[in-house]
């Protein structure tokens, strides 16, 4: 029981290295990288999903993670890094972790954006001391533009997630569970 508990403990530790050794293209002392790569994130999207723009509109602010790595083998990490703009201009920096136990299988990067649909739900995320993904965010997952429907740009959830530019296969990944912590790049 004892050596099975050390093994866990070794795996973890083995994805977590692999995941903090994994380069995302953001230098963590260079915020002109990190605008850059947001920049180049919603231009992609907003050509891909064109409908995102109506989104970005009505939203009060937009959280960008150009890229997230993740990593699992029944133990399984992310991490990434980006930032929080508003009205069209970067004003905070952050990372996205997470951490999951479960059946996962694989490695895969992505891109996501954050959209807080109201000035309160900003607001938790600008006063929290790390906020975590939870029941109050409405996923949308973009395989095609032609998936993008209208009901998003009509949701009434408080934040809306569209997740996209998917490379690589893990089977049991999600964003529950991601927890968004502030950093001075």
Same mark, same amino acid.
């Given at each position: 029981?004892?050596?099975? =508990?050390?093994? =866990? $403990?070794?795996?973890?530790?083995?994805?977590?290295?692999? *995941?903090?050794?994994?380069?995302? @293209?953001?230098?963590?002392?260079? !915020? %002109?990288?990190?605008?850059?790569?947001?920049?180049?994130?919603?231009?992609?999207? &907003?050509?891909?999903?064109?409908? %995102?723009? #109506? $989104? /970005?509109?009505?939203?009060?602010?937009?959280?960008?993670?150009?890229?997230? %790595?993740?990593?699992?083998?029944?133990?399984?990490?992310? &991490?990434?890094? @980006?930032?929080?703009?508003?009205? =069209?201009?970067?004003?905070?920096?952050?990372? /996205?972790?997470?951490?999951?136990?479960?059946? #996962?299988?694989?490695?895969? #990067?992505?891109?996501?954006?954050?959209?807080?649909?109201?000035?309160?739900?900003?607001?938790? &995320?600008? %006063?929290?001391?790390?906020?975590?993904?939870? /029941?109050?965010?409405?996923?949308?997952?973009?395989?095609?533009?032609?998936?993008?429907?209208?009901?998003?740009?009509?949701?009434?959830?408080?934040?809306?997630?569209? *997740?996209?530019?998917? /490379? @690589?296969?893990?089977?049991?990944?999600?964003?529950?569970?991601?927890?968004? !912590?502030?950093?001075?790049?």
């Amino acid at each position: 029981m004892r050596s099975h =508990n050390i093994r =866990n $403990l070794l795996i973890v530790f083995f994805a977590l290295s692999g *995941i903090v050794a994994c380069s995302n @293209g953001i230098e963590s002392n260079n !915020t %002109t990288k990190m605008d850059a790569r947001v920049d180049a994130t919603l231009s992609a999207m &907003f050509k891909t999903y064109p409908g %995102t723009q #109506q $989104l /970005a509109e009505k939203s009060s602010a937009m959280l960008v993670m150009p890229v997230i %790595t993740e990593a699992g083998f029944g133990l399984g990490a992310g &991490f990434g890094r @980006g930032a929080l703009q508003i009205n =069209n201009v970067n004003v905070d920096y952050y990372s /996205a972790a997470s951490a999951s136990i479960g059946f #996962q299988i694989g490695s895969q #990067q992505y891109s996501h954006v954050l959209f807080f649909m109201t000035d309160n739900a900003l607001r938790d &995320f600008r %006063t929290s001391r790390g906020w975590a993904v939870g /029941a109050n965010v409405e996923y949308v997952f973009q395989d095609s533009a032609d998936s993008f429907s209208a009901n998003t740009t009509t949701s009434s959830s408080p934040v809306i997630a569209i *997740i996209f530019a998917q /490379a @690589g296969i893990r089977l049991g990944a999600t964003l529950d569970g991601t927890k968004y !912590t502030r950093i001075i790049p």
